[in-house]
DNA sequence: ACCTGAACACCGTTCAAGT
DNA sequence: ACCTGAACACCGTTCAAGT
């Protein structure tokens, strides 16, 4: 049978849930699909635009529909699923920060259009508005890498694990820096755009 | 003569500079100081510890004295000066990036203690403190490797560099962002301590 | 059009043995 | 204490040749 590109990605997508970045090789993932080595290059042009389309793949569920819900809560959901997506996945920050970072990724372009949005709704004009998005993407990554690191590291320290119907200190955390975020785009919307205001 | 853990250190310095980050492996590193490369397995554990000296070697130029600047000044310096480390150097963001990450360089988090001593200052208490110094390094460390990749593609296609006495539009787009972050710290700032304000 | 086989030019890390 | 030599177990990528 023949090899097509959803199936590369699906073996490719397998291979980092059951064993991490690290054993994401070309050389492993032909083992895996039974074809020699170079048979990827047809498909593929190299390792980085197959990674990128391993993050697409795993940010399917990183866009979400926040039309209609005012600047603030389109961007609290955006930068949530884009959190809980990367999170789902192991190495998943990893990833997709390196394929964000390489330029790789068509999603995380889109979600950064989503954002781009949103922070103009808050009253931000044309350059602003993208350095916001880029701003909360950075953000959102920066975070998401460090939060899974350190429960991959505590995994094998297998500390106590504090579950609870309170939200967990982590959470908490990411919300806190976002809104940092939300906040400073408020008093510059507000600045901006009087006739705007504190709304939404 | 025998090797000693900073020659070592500058040897890596200098083949990131001339080469670039990808260039800089053990082995090539070995044949520069013309030892083996298990030589280099004497003086550090692995090359993750040997990329966290590289990296501490950068940022030398990165903790600057802050002290009686006020928490605005303070924030905006740390990350200027941080911003312009690893700038300085081929691929220094990207390479301070990753060892921080990795949990491998103790300038990072020498300059984090800085960041929370002035959100402190501003008002945060504890924990958000701790946030929001870690926010500002990923949204200095995520921007200056966007902004050093782009850099080197278009050093290759050689635009115009529209040099002059105003400020390039990056160190705009730069200022911009961190004034989102100091903003919303003031506004939490003020929100739980009423009583120094809008002040600084 | 799609893939194999084999090569090219490398990696990081370990470790017995030397001095 | 510090280093060599040599090995182990891999990499990403290319490309003539096959079907």
Chains 1, 2 share one sequence.
Not at 24 to 40: D, F, K, Q, W, Y
Not at 55 to 79: E, K, N, P
Not at 172 to 197: E, K, M, N, W, Y
Request: net charge negative; glycine share 8%.
């Amino acid at each position: 049978m023949q090899l097509h590109k959803p199936d590369v990605v699906d073996a490719a997508a397998a291979i980092l849930d059951n064993y991490g970045i690290a054993d994401l090789t070309m050389r492993r993932l032909a083992r895996e699909l039974n074809v020699s080595p170079g048979a990827l290059y047809w498909h593929f042009a190299n390792k980085q635009e197959l990674l990128g389309a391993v993050a697409d793949r795993i940010l399917r569920s990183a866009v979400v529909d926040v039309t209609g819900l005012g600047w603030r809560r389109a961007i609290q959901d955006s930068c949530a699923a884009l959190r809980d997506a990367v999170l789902s996945h192991t190495d998943g920050a990893e990833l997709v920060s390196a394929s964000f970072a390489a330029g790789q990724s068509a999603t995380v372009v889109q979600i950064l259009d989503q954002l781009a949005a949103a922070a103009a709704e808050a009253g931000a004009h044309g350059d602003d508005a993208d350095s916001t998005a880029r701003t909360l993407i950075y953000y959102v990554l920066g975070f998401t890498v460090d939060e899974q690191s350190r429960r991959q590291w505590d995994a094998a320290g297998a500390l106590p694990d504090e579950q609870s119907v309170l939200m967990s200190d982590t959470d908490r955390q990411f919300a806190f820096g976002l809104s940092l975020l939300i906040d400073g785009l408020a008093v510059h919307g507000a600045a901006h755009d009087p006739a705007t205001g504190t709304a939404n």
